[in-house]
């Protein structure tokens, strides 16, 4: 396994976009940095109220400039995003207990976990589609990959006491490191850890850990997506 002693963790949430533009790049710089990534779903909004924080719709300033930014960030990382025509959409609780159902299933890496993140906010963020019902889920699910049985398993997994309790541990443990927000990044460096807040802190994140920031693609052509 990894020796380089570079760990890197990202809590996220599917409901965040800046999650999204962070996720995209740690996956391009994962074996660029040579780090251990790991992806730890949580639950912004137990982020948001356990830290007193506020969400980004109650300011209509902040909301204003983050649709603005966003669309230039988009452009900037490459990652196509588009609004959604309602914000105050449903929660993502029961995305994140699907995807933090399936962390606890895989056993070799994150692979699937990051195959149907993805899609996830593809559907949130780009195709504007559902992702709270089952049905929703389950198509998310196919299209990362994933057989129609280990869905319907995967599904029945993420209604079950111990993974809400899982998703619950791993908000609090965001709420732990001081996390008032998603993405929240936690960078390891031989023991020594340093977190990091939003999708714009890469430089800062390279200077710690040692390695040096290309910008948004690393390699040419750019990762899939």
Aim: hydrophobic share 40%; glycine share 6%; proline share 6%.
């Amino acid at each position: 396994m990894f020796s380089s002693g570079k760990v890197v963790q990202l809590f996220y949430d599917v409901s965040s976009p800046y999650s999204w533009l962070a996720f995209e790049v740690l996956c391009r710089y994962r074996n660029v940095w040579n780090i251990d990534l790991k992806f730890k779903p949580a639950f912004l909004p137990g982020v948001i109220y356990g830290s007193g924080n506020q969400p980004a719709v109650m300011n209509p300033s902040k909301l204003t400039y983050i649709v603005s930014d966003l669309t230039l960030l988009s452009e900037y990382f490459g990652v196509p995003m588009f609004r959604p025509s309602d914000l105050s959409d449903k929660d993502t609780l029961s995305a994140m207990r699907f995807v933090t159902a399936l962390a606890e299933k895989e056993k070799e890496g994150d692979m699937l976990v990051e195959r149907v993140s993805r899609e996830l906010w593809k559907r949130k963020w780009r195709t504007h589609q559902d992702i709270t019902q089952p049905a929703s889920l389950t198509e998310a699910g196919l299209k990362a990959g994933l057989s129609a049985n280990v869905v319907k398993e995967i599904l029945s997994l993420s209604k079950s006491q111990p993974i809400k309790d899982k998703l619950k541990s791993v908000t609090q443990e965001a709420l732990e490191y001081k996390c008032f927000g998603f993405p929240f990044i936690v960078c390891q460096v031989n023991g020594k850890a340093k977190v990091f807040f939003g999708s714009d802190r890469f430089e800062l994140m390279a200077y710690f850990m040692g390695e040096k920031w290309m910008g948004p693609h690393p390699n040419k052509p750019t990762a899939h997506m």
